[in-house]
């Protein structure tokens, strides 16, 4: 069965580093592009970070970018999710998702994603 897990969540303080970590399993991982979204309570799921298919294609959430950064290990099926300089409003719920490759790019789209992880959270806090 199609399986995204996401591990790595956790308390940090402001200004520290977090990486994540989504392990596929269950479909055709290099034929598909990982996005990671997250959700503050209260708040609508936002796309954080996509990663094409083979890894070369990467987009970013304007307030993350130079402060995050997303990559992939096919032979593995994993992708990561290296989260530095952290803010309290980094604060959520991260999923990681899939979508299929498409000429359209690698989008920060939630009506894109075929499969979806359960979630980590990531609590930013002094």
């Known amino acids: 069965q199609v399986q995204l897990v996401e591990s790595g969540g956790g308390l940090v303080q402001p200004g520290g580093s977090l990486k994540l970590s989504c392990a596929v399993s269950?479909?055709?991982?290099?034929?598909?592009?990982i996005v990671w979204f997250r959700q503050a309570p209260g708040k609508e799921r936002e796309g954080v970070s996509c990663?094409?298919?083979?890894?070369?294609?990467?987009n970013y959430e304007s307030s993350v970018m130079a402060r995050f950064t997303i990559s992939r290990d096919n032979a593995n099926q994993k992708v990561y999710l290296q989260m530095n300089t952290l803010r309290p409003e980094d604060t959520g719920v991260y999923y990681c998702?899939?979508?299929?490759?498409?000429?359209?790019?690698?989008?920060?789209?939630?009506?894109?994603?075929?499969?979806w992880g359960e979630g980590t959270l990531v609590t930013v806090s002094s």
């Open positions: 998702a899939a979508a299929r490759e498409s000429i359209r790019g690698c989008r920060l789209w939630s009506r894109d994603m075929l499969y």
């Open positions: 269950g479909f055709a991982f290099n034929s598909y592009n």
């Open positions: 990663i094409g298919s083979s890894g070369s294609v990467t």
